[in-house]
């Protein structure tokens, strides 16, 4: 189960789509595979038959992740930021003031983001509350049992 939204770019998102195609197609081979073993055996060989054991395996492994990857696209919010300019998206580098404190520059990446060189996931409480806004916004966040304010200074 996904708790959260995904934001992913629609590369992103393809790349889902083209891996859920490629398991429907080996799934059919293994379903096909499965059925050649069936028909060779006899009734009492199918049981305990090793070759329909590994496929039963590979046929259930398929489907799981079919299911999963699905379950991340239906829960997917798919941010295009090359088609809206000025809006906070994965890929973005936002300049940013905390607290009416300094500007400080992030970047969203949507894998394993590099916290030192200010780069954040998008599902951290801050990028939760600028995703999808613009420069001007200015909005609070919490992190543990602090509220902080957050307002976007610009975009790129």
Known sequence: MIPDANYLDPEGAARIEAEISRLEGELDQ??????????????????????LIALEHKEEACKNDISYLRSILMHSIIVDVKQIPGIVGIGSVVTISINDGPDEV??????SPRFLDGEVDPHC????????????????????????TVQIIAVQ
């Open 30 to 51: 293994v379903r096909k595979d499965k059925s050649d073993v069936d028909h060779r055996m006899v009734d009492n060989e199918t049981l305990l038959n090793p070759e």
């Open 106 to 111: 992030v970047k969203i990446v949507s894998a």
């Open 125 to 148: 409480p801050l990028c939760k509350a600028i995703m999808g806004k613009a420069p001007g916004f200015k909005g609070s966040y919490s992190v543990e049992d602090t509220t902080l």
